[in-house]
């Protein structure tokens, strides 16, 4: 191991010079005029792995973006391990908030910056890091390892999902090793065991059949972005509940222990608050501030435009406006029935005076792993290794929401070894991963897989 | 008088012509790339009307946008009127629902579309044609007469205020003669005597101090979109009432005769409903369609934009969202109390855990015309004459907030010859004039100045 681990060290340089190299590729997997891009990452990755000494590597075609998928089964009787991880990452904007170009990659700190550094380039990358160690030094893996890497995370993993369905026998596995979540705080090892998932809808309304002067028609006709305003603030009540009918019936309450879990992480919202530059913090009445961000869900306009949005005035009454809503989702609620609640509501409570138009842009299930699995207390002691500290357990507020289908449908444990922070930027400008987290990752993947190989 | 109308008559087609170079400058008034379109436009009007036979024409260059200053007083012991209108026009998004391009001007169906047809140059440029025929016949016209055409209608015309403020000798008059309103239908001669002013202003919200991932952050912090969607439904009651303390105080109640005037008028909330394409109206409770229009104050979101706008999701916790807020007001109400009441009260009532920018953008008076005024008079007979029916009077929803200056400074009693529809889009795509107004305005105009003139 201590071969493994200076050979890491050693290499330091040349890893962050490769990961570079991975996030000049702008692979936004929602912008259609990266298409190419998506395509170019993909055959990044494939390089990749072939490059380390997989003994099998294929870009596999989907009706959207490409799989990879890469295996090296040379230690019969030992567990086999599947990888998970993303190459697509988000869009830019606003892009004039970066303080160096999001697909120019600059260190600063001892971090990197640049979009999908933290989410999730930089922590995939990783696994084929610490692979790449035990390659050079001692030309095998202590186990079984599949990877399977997408470009779709970012846009609900369809196709993902698909194949996973059709070919659980090849991602067949004893665990399956996520990095792309956080870590509690920096240099503090931590295994997430929860996730929320998300109900992701768009949603038009539309009012007069063209933009009106308002001085001749105002006060007679109904102005939409006035009525998606009433119509957004009905669906939160007073306390921060969100009035949708049946939005809580699936709900697991959090237990006493894991109360008391949360409890013993002394969270600090005065800090928080602070990073965030708010005066004051703002969320559901009754729970604590992780409580709120781990296990209960929300509802978010992430994104309206309508009518005159540029420099001075215009008095217009818009035709129509577009309101992106979310709502993140806790064990056990189920994105498709809560996206059927949420347009049957609101069709329900909208005016007569204007048309809604409802679209269902993508889900993803909230996911609660047992982490009494002979994977998680590897990862758990191999973390512990790496960091030199007990490995903390906490949930998280994002969403993987492959996670669930993967214990579904391969029956296998999930372990998600985050080495992000959420205050990396990931999905903001000025995304960045820490590099000292990449390099103890690296050797967290490495002891998981050695720790891993010996319960069997 | 025969001479003259066969003048006008005979060349509608010339006059139409030279529309059209007045309409293909794309002179916006709200958009600083327009600056050096807004010179050449003025050049225009000053070309015109020194072409047409005044005596002295002037571009007067202030602060902002040019003015453009004409005369002829040739004709001693006559009245003098004063001939108001604006050369800028307002911007043209959303381009992509225009049929023609919005500064070609395009003849359709004895219309004419173009950015600025009937909101102003269309308008404005009847008299200038009117003045034309008088010279071209008898090298004089039957009273004197003042221009003062401005460039920053559409933004607020702060210079012309402030030059009427400094030179009300120069523009002295016994009436203002304004066409920038509506009939009140197709072939109805009519007389407006009522405007609403307007009050408007941007509110910026910040939440947190960068865009966020509503993942790990939803549920913790306040979503400034969320905040800024309660706060405008805040700001209208169910009943259609704007709740800001004291926003009712200065309002003048319809009288019993306005009320009787206005239901003579018979107006149609189906057709009215039909064109605009929607299911039912909506408006303030207790008031008619014409009330709510003319007589009532409003609160309208012209324009919002906040967060992730661009096709697919993006899982974003916005740090602010911009709204564009506008409110028309009635007599008494006083733009700049209304502005300061708005301000006060959302700063009131908005959450601790979102800060407030508001910035006023510009106001305008409300006005209300005592019509038994021999300018008034003179009008209603000269439209009467021209189109062959009796002239109604009506209030109109708009604002021309330059009228009540007028009035104040010049005590002069101030005339709207209107000759566009609101249904001809002004501030929408498809800006249209029709040429059959146009000409009944020029012969108007024409009749105008002699019924004028002999009333002294």
Redesign the interface.
Known sequence: MEEILGYIKNNKQNYIEELKEFLKIPSIS???ENKNDIARCAQFVSDNLKKIGLSRVEIIKTEGHPLVYGEWLGAPGKPTILIYGHYDV??V??VE?WNSPPFEPTLKNGKIFARGATDDKGQVFMHFKSAEAYFKNEGSLPLNVKFIIEGEEE??SESLNIFLKNNSDLLKCDAVLISDS?LYGPGIPTLTYGL?G?A?L?VEMI?????????????????P??K???????L?DKDGKVTIPGFYDDVIKLTKKEKENFKTLKFSDKN?AKD?????????KGFS?LE??WA???????????????????????SK????I?M?LVPDQDPNKIAKLFERHIKKIA?????IKVTN??GGYPSLTNIENPANIAASKAMAKAFGKKTVFMR????IPIVTEFSKKLKAPVVLMGLGL?TE??????EHFDLNHFELGIISSAYFMKEFAETK
Chains 1, 2 share one sequence.
């Not at 998280?396 to 969403?399: I, K, P, Q």
């Open positions: 929602t912008l259609t988000q869009p904007d606003p908030l846009v609900g956080s929320r998300i992701y768009e009012g007069p059949n063209r933009d009106l002067h308002s001085g001749s028609f105002g006060g007679a006709v109904a102005n972005i006035n998606m305003a009433q119509l957004i603030s009905k939160l928080f965030l530059g708010v005066d004051e913090l703002n969320g559901e501030t709120r961000l209960r869900p929300t509802f978010d306009c992430n994104g309206i435009i309508g009518g005159f949005t540029g420099k001075g005035a215009k008095t217009v009454i818009p406006v577009t309101a992106k979310s993140r005016p007569k005076s204007v048309k842009l993508h998280e507020g994002g969403s959420n930027n990931l999905h903001s400008p000025n």
